[in-house]
């Protein structure tokens, strides 16, 4: 190590500091080698040594330059100095040259511009402008420029190198001794010196000074060693050059001042100093100050720049010198100083060393903005308690190396602020402590070392704080054998495999997360510490805890006197995926732990070798096992029996490290396992989420020993550690682990440990109904003592505890007490929670589990289906029943409701409709000759007025529609005229006019659509579409015949001027239509309008179709009674009308053979008997069949052959020679009517057996008993409606009918919200099919039976009671979903579902009586029908003796 000459010196240097600058903290000195002193100083001496100031003192400013040569007389050159000096020739200088002038100053191209003395100074001071031509050179000590633009072309130079002069005194840059050292300078010189007894960063051969004026570098480089005593091999130092240009410079060539080379005896000279400030630089030239190669490379000099804008990036060096002694220590790291952004670069330009960059004292004002150690560079703060402080960023890059304080004086205190500090592939040093505060601090692949070993307890802690980021990455260490705080306010992040932070006693605090990535590693105490580390003591012989594990202070300082070896403190999240290890470690104050499956929390091993419950030796080496929780596992040799380890410490809140197997040599004993706490009292965690482990396992003996004495040693097993949690909300995965477990003996017969503790204390347990599980466990926990070769002497197993439950919860994680238990007790014994008493529990309930369990009877309990409601477990409409009382209680109010209401309903109808009615039923008396079957037929001066007789006398014909006027199957007339029309029509315009009238008659396409699709969904409202498009089409027939049509089809003039020859009309069920042909009254014939005896046989076609709605009936209007009045008296004529329609009531479609019998047999009785008299006869027969094979009925009325005629108007036979062919019989001589009657019955035998082509040309045929059961009829679906809803014959006691129908209605209406309760106790969905299937058709039967029966008029009110019986048939589809519904649903309930016995006095869905409101619906709904169908017969039949078997009767009446 190179040393100062001049010791005596030294005292003067203290007296001269302290006289300039008292307060002074920064003081070094270095010692001269050949003073005297050696490295045995006293620690007197040595205090005086290292707190002297380093730095030597500024050195004494330059003398002033002499009078300036000329340009032409002494530089030989061109011009004048005050314009233009061109040097033009080399010139050799043998002294200092200053030259100044105003004007330029131009050295040409390849002109050697020398004064190669060293220390010779050439200085330039021009006004104009500098030029260095190219391949120039300019050789001197010194060089000056002061102009306003200077440049330097290519291959040009300036060359200080190895001419440098004296250095400034009080220096030791030049190294003593024959070691053949480097010189320094900015750097350190390099020694080869090789010494075992030093560290290599020791020994240096010259040392650095001009550290003050680095920023405006003047100093010489320094003189290399040698290694000759009588040849100075060494390398001279490197000049300087200084460049003041006030505008541009310009430089492509080079600006040297480097130090000279020393060869392989002498060391290389150190780099000097170059200092250049202008205001624009441009040029890729070269700017160096290195250190010069040699045996021992120089050290680099100083570099200093001072340019407002560059624009190229010039190469600058400043690295120290290569050693050809010691390749692999090259000389250290000059400095390059740019002013600008004052940042500080020290970068030995990739070449190894271990010498250092002196880094003394850091400016204040203003503070440097970066500091930059990289390309292998070594930098050093020597200063004790020195402080580096930056305003931006410290950046180690590359291999760069920064070290505080001397290896073997860490007695020091260093900070360390800036805010970045960035280290990649680099490395720090502390020797001392470390105050690092910096904003971000980012390490990749990088080391922290900080050596505190010192013995001094002032400066074992170091504090590394940054505020924003902490960021390890790429294997990067930090490593303290001392105390280490790591403070933020933002992330620490140890990224990955090989990350670590370790120290003897660590604490992490005040981040907002710490993420552990997998592979690294947080560690306190360190896993193999040095002699002098700072060891954190163990409270191994305590019995009790210290208060600091159960109540941690609320700081996060690292304080060596509390028992932490590793705290986390005040921490948001805390993420682990690596390893934590720690002999007590302790997470205070965070607020959620993650633990990721690979993360892991380990106190194993890390606790007492002995302790208070350790294990026993036998004399043989044979020890039993430590014990804690459990007790340690003993031994026994030859009878000798030793045993474990006791028990200590308290279950229910335990903080005791494990003991071991004895506090014997380390080599032979194992430790008990460490502590774990994770939260506090006071500040529990939140939530710790563990997917990977915690373990505080004893040391497993895993192999015998043997001590000094070859003897057997066999050491028993640790005890397990502590686990303590506070917490609120655990979570523990499928792959997680939480051990306490004993550690394993000897192979050789060691006893197990025992098992450890493990404790959860959870704070604030919800309870009632805010209470939330606080902890979710899938993973392992386990304190089980350790194994041993044989069982006896295994460790017995530790205690997992958790904090007593509040009331009706119980266990370690607090549950709630199964369902039908209940807990009224504090604690977290599962017999706590005791069975409910079974008498509380409702027939249909069960018991269930309640949020926060069950701390009191009765026990809370559900009913075993939704359909059920709390607290009885009733139905909706159970609980209905039972408010009422009871079923039966309730069946009788709801009966006398009926009763009541119907009452109500009846007295309202006949206030509001009984003035419409017949005061009652009862048959007329004998005699009378009024028919009150149709009372709008009751006047004949209605049919006797003038015009209605001046028509029936003009009426010549009726012409009747075919088809049913349906949607398929409209009205239309027939193209061949008939031939009772031929001589009043024209043949042509006739088919002009049918193809009119059945175009008009046509339905359009989406009216039928729309009765499809009605028909399906509702069909009441798809009869009421059909009625409404029947009356608007027969409004158009009639106004187009009224109007539109011409009447061009008739002969007569006078009927198609007046519009009076054709009229359309139909019947009141707009089934059957007919068309009216009548004379103008300008014909001129005689024989028009035929006689009623010349239209025999004459048909009268029935109206309906024996359906319901439409029954069959006679249409009796004034043309028909006037003609037939000429033959029969007018009353007969209405009484047989009304007796005709009375039998046709009874006929129902689907079922006409059957039912045509009555009708067949009251013409034989009744009516033909009656007319016999007048020489007619009615036969039943059947008409116009059409292509569909629809055909209508209707009577055949002719002349009686057997009976005479009373009547004047006499039926000639020569009429029936008019018969037309369109009743299937020709004109021949056999023209009696019995002919006709035979003829018309072998046409219907013959129709029946021809396919349908046959069938459409053929128009009708008479029916009989005989010919009835031929009688071929067509059937739909409808038909089946026929056996519920049909006329009937009237039963009379309309009032009392009416009061039936308004009970059973009301009756009806209650089962359907009854049933419609029941389904809603079901589901939801079963009462929206209900009544969506069809769409609300359990509920439009009794507003329809309401209008019905409240409706004015007895035709109007039949019309409604008919359409109220189709909606009371329809809700029938909507009771039997109700019914399947009820089925699906009590047959699908689980046979593990609780089942309900018979109980004849319960009405509940979904059990035996589940059918009785759907059953009860249909009987309801059958009894209306039939009540309906008696109402429709009492308003439409008043005369009951329509239907009289006795002749006379009938006819009296």
Known sequence: MARFQFLFFSVFVVVAVFAVNPSSSYRFAIVEPNSGFDSGLDLDSESLLFHQDYSPPAPPPPPPHGPSVSCSEDLGGVGSLDTTCKIVADLNLTKDVYIAGKGNFIILPG?????????????????????????????????????????????????????????????????????????????????????????????????????????????????????????????????????????????????????????????????????????????????????????????????????????????????????????????????????????????????TTDTYTLLLEFPFQPLWTNVYIQDKARATCPLLWSRVQVQGQISLLCGGVLSFGLAHYGTSVFELLAEELLMSDSTIKVYGALRMTVKMFLMWNSELHI???????????????????????????????????????????????????????????????????????????????????????????????????????????????????????????????????????????????????????????MGCRGGVGEGKLLGNGIGSGGGHGGKGGRVCYNNS???????????????????????????????????????????????????????????SVKRSSRDENSSVVAPGGGSGGTVLLFLRYLILGESSLLSSAGGSGSPAGGGGGGGGRIHFHWSNIPTGDIYQPIASVKGIIHARGGAAVDDVSSGKNGTVTGTPCPKGLYGIFCKECPSGTFKNVTGSDTSLCRPCPVDELPFRAVYVP??????????????????????????????????????WLFGLLLMGLLILLALVLSVARMKF???????????????????????????????????????????????YFMGPNTFSEPWHLSHIPPEEIKEIVYEAAFNTFVDEINSIAAYQWWEGAIYSILSVVAYPLAWSWQQWRRKLKLQKLREFVRSEYDHSCLRSCRSRALYEGLKVAATPDLMLAYLDFFLGGDEKRTDLP???????????????????????????????????????????????????????????????????????????????????????????????????????????????????????????????????????????????????????????????????????????????????????????????????????????????????????????????????LQLYSISLVDVLLALSILPLGLLLPFPAGINALFSHGPRRSAGLARVYALWNFMSLVNVFVAFLCGYVHYHSESSASKKIPFQPWNINMGESEWWIFPAGLVVCKIMQSQLINRHVANLEIQDRSLYSKDYQQFWQS
């Open 111 to 351: 002109v050697k511009f020398h004064c190669s003395i060293p220390g010779c100074s050439v200085a330039i001071n021009v006004s104009g402008n500098f030029s260095l031509g190219a391949e120039s050179t300019i050789f001197a000590g010194t060089f000056e420029l002061s102009a306003g633009n200077a440049s330097f072309a290519d291959g040009s130079a300036v060359n200080t190198t190895g001419l440098a002069g004296s250095p400034p005194p009080q220096t030791s840059g030049t190294p003593q001794g024959i070691d053949g050292a480097g010189g320094g300078h900015g750097g350190r010189g390099a020694c080869c010196l090789t010494d075992t007894k030093k560290l290599p960063e020791d020994v240096w051969g010259g040392d650095a000074y001009s550290w003050s004026t680095l920023d405006q570098p003047w100093s010489y480089g320094s003189k290399g060693g040698s290694t000759s005593r009588e040849i100075d091999y060494g390398g001279g130092g490197g000049g300087r050059v200084k460049m003041n240009v006030t505008q541009f410079l310009d430089v492509n060539g080079s600006l040297l001042a480097e130090g000279g080379y020393g060869g392989a005896k002498g060391g290389g000279g150190s780099g000097g100093s170059i200092y250049i400030t202008a205001y624009k630089m441009t040029g890729i030239g070269q700017i160096s100050a290195c250190g010069g190669n040699g045996y021992g490379g120089g050290g680099g000099g100083r570099v200093s720049v001072n340019i407002f804008s560059r624009h190229d990036d010039p190469k600058i060096f400043v690295h120290g010198g290569y050693s050809i002694g010691c390749p692999d220590n090259s000389g250290a790291a000059g400095t390059l100083y740019d002013a600008v952004p004052r940042s500080l670069f020290v970068s030995n330009y990739n070449l």
């Open 451 to 605: 050596d505190g070993g010192g013995g001094d307890t002032t400066v074992s802690t170091s504090i590394l704080e940054a505020s924003n980021l902490f960021v390890l990455r790429e294997s990067s260490v930090i490593r303290s054998n001392a105390n280490l705080g790591v403070h933020g306010q933002g992330l620490l992040n140890l990224t990955g495999q090989g990350d670590s932070i370790e120290a003897q006693r660590l604490v992490l605090s005040l981040f907002y997360q710490i993420y552990v990535g997998p592979g690294s590693i947080l560690r306190g105490p360190l896993q193999n510490a040095s002699r002098d580390a700072v060891t954190p003591k163990l409270y191994c012989d305590r019995q009790d805890c210290p208060y600091e594990l159960l109540s941690p202070p609320e700081d996060c300082n690292v304080n060596s006197s509390l028992s932490f070896t590793l705290q986390i403190c005040r921490v948001e999240d805390i993420i682990v995926e690596g390893f934590i290890k720690g002999s007590v470690v302790h997470f205070h104050r965070a607020k959620t732990v993650t633990l990721q499956p690979s993360g892991e929390i380990s106190a194993s091993g």
């Open 641 to 699: 029996c030793v045993e474990g380890g006791i028990t200590y410490g308290n279950a229910d809140l335990p903080c005791e490290l494990g003991s071991g197997s004895g506090d014997y040599s380390p080599d032979y004993s194992s430790s008990g396992g460490g502590i774990v706490v994770i939260g506090s009292m006071e500040q529990p965690l939140s939530g710790l989420s563990l997917e990977g482990s915690i373990r505080a396992d004893g040391e």
């Open 850 to 887: 309640v949020r926060g369990g069950v701390s009191e009877t009765p026990c809370p309990h559900r009913c075993i289906s939704e359909r059920y409601h709390m607290p009885h477990c009733y139905t909706a409409l159970e609980e209905l029943i039972y408010t009422f009382g009871g079923p």
């Open 913 to 959: 409709v009984g003035v419409d009615d017949l005061p009652g039923p009862a048959p007329t008396h004998h005699g009378s000759q009024i028919d009150h079957s149709f009372p709008f037929l009751e006047s004949l001066n209605e049919v006797l007025e003038t015009n209605r007789a001046e028509q029936s006398q003009s009426h010549v014909h009726r012409m």
């Open 1090 to 1316: 035929p006689q009623v005896h010349q239209r025999f046989p004459m048909p009268i076609l029935f109206g309906g179709d024996g359906s319901y709605m439409a029954p069959f009936s006679l249409q009796n209007d004034n043309i028909l009674t006037s003609l037939m009045s000429q033959l029969v008296p007018p009353t007969t004529w209405y009484r047989l009308v009304a007796g005709v329609n009375a039998q046709l009531r009874l006929v129902r479609r689907g079922r006409l053979r059957s039912t045509f019998h009555s009708v067949l047999r009251w013409l034989e009785t009744h009516a033909n008997p009656a007319l016999e008299t007048h020489g007619i006869r009615v036969d039943l027969a059947w008409f116009q069949t059409t292509a569909c094979g629809y055909c209508q009925y209707g009577l055949l009325i002719h002349a009686d052959e057997d009976s005479e005629p009373t009547s004047p108007q006499c039926v000639s036979e020569t009429a029936w020679t008019e018969i037309q062919p369109r009743y299937g019989v020709t004109a021949q001589k056999e023209n009696s009517p019995a002919h006709l009657r035979e003829t018309m019955l072998d046409n219907q035998n013959h129709t029946n057996a021809e396919d349908n082509t046959t069938r459409r040309k053929n128009y009708g045929g008479i029916i009989d008993l005989d010919s009835l059961p031929s009688l071929k009829e067509k059937r739909d679906m409808l038909f089946l409606l026929s056996f519920l809803v049909h006329n009937t014959k009237p039963v009379g006691h309309q009032d009392m009918v009416g009061l039936v129908i308004s009970m059973i209605l009301l009756g009806d209406f209650s089962l359907v919200l009854l049933t419609l």
